[in-house]
């Protein structure tokens, strides 16, 4: 459920999706990121876009069963988009003419300051999900190195209240990032790192990627399998070993099953084949297509005998 605060932040309650699958393996990441929360560290998520980070933060804030605030890194974000700024004045005007021969006139104006995302969190003892947090201008986030290690949030004078708050207790953070050679990644500080409890997210092992498949496509499990086997085929072909990600399988299903409505199973043909081109060789580079081709080439023949 979402509401909105009369400071304008977007409020929800994480609620576990129906479709969302666990293996053992991605219930052994959540309970490892759960216990690092509960004993009051950050969790960083950091991994290659595809493998499921923003899902996994909210199952892992949906555990926390408090409410929480996502916000996604901006490159033109500053530290008011985190904290707050002025939105406007309030005009007091109050005219007094009680007694005919006396006019009394006061007039007061005064800033009219808002809370954004970090500081509703802070205050109300909400998760903040900060996905993509590395978007951000390094000194956009420096607000982040008091509130992490010393619990306390430094407000701007204009807030009309003291300059600062403590946190409170329940709030929890939960980051999210791309590896720092992804084009817009900007250099994160590593005071702010080692605030944090970074888990390093790669491509998930073979029974989740599967499960993942079949969930999200409704295909059959040995169709799911014959996908993410191709995949990993495509990945060992290549130097950067952790792309194609399970997205890439996922994309594959949803485009197979639809071909399953007029047969009654794959048809590992030139038509199936182009279907895998489209959809993995744009993440890989030009000199290692060939070699690509050759796999996947390599791989459908022998789903074919």
């Known amino acids: 459920m979402e509401k909105k605060m009369d400071n304008k932040v977007d409020i929800f309650t994480p609620q576990k999706e129906e479709d969302f699958v666990e293996t053992p393996y991605i219930k052994e990441l959540t309970e490892r990121a759960v216990s690092y929360i509960r004993a009051g560290f950050p969790v960083h998520l950091s991994g290659p876009v595809g493998v499921g980070k ?6 892992i804030a949906a555990q926390l069963a ?17 904290v707050g700024r002025i939105y406007g004045y309030r005009r007091n005007y109050l005219r007094d003419n009680y007694i005919s021969s006396v006019l009394k006139i006061e007039e007061n104006i005064s800033p009219e300051w808002i809370d954004n995302s970090l500081t509703t969190a802070c205050k109300y003892g909400f998760t903040l999900i900060y996905d993509e947090f590395t978007r951000s201008r390094p000194e956009t986030n420096n607000v982040l190195l008091s509130v992490l290690a010393e619990r306390i949030l430094p407000l701007s004078a204009s807030s009309g209240e003291v300059n600062y708050i403590k946190v409170h207790p329940n709030f929890a953070a939960i980051f999210t990032s791309n590896p720092e050679e992804y084009a817009g990644v900007q250099p994160s500080q590593d005071a702010l790192h080692d605030r944090m409890v970074t888990m390093e997210l790669n491509n998930f092992d073979e029974e989740t990627e599967i499960a993942i ?66 959809i993995l060789m744009p993440e890989v580079p030009k000199e290692e297509r060939e070699k690509v081709r050759e796999a996947i080439e390599e791989a459908l023949t022998a789903e074919r005998q």
């Open 213 to 278: 498949t079949q969930a999200k496509s409704n295909l059959p499990f040995e169709d799911a399998q014959r996908i993410v086997n191709l995949v990993k085929k495509v990945r060992e072909a290549k130097s950067n070993k952790l792309t194609p990600t399970v997205r890439a399988c996922i994309v594959i299903g949803k485009v197979l099953k639809l071909k399953l409505k007029d047969e009654s199973t794959f048809s590992y043909d030139r038509a199936f084949k182009q279907i895998f081109l489209d």
């Open 54 to 59: 923003t899902t996994l933060a909210l199952h």
């Open 66 to 82: 408090q409410p929480s605030v996502l916000i996604s890194g901006e490159y033109e974000f500053t530290t008011s988009d985190l």
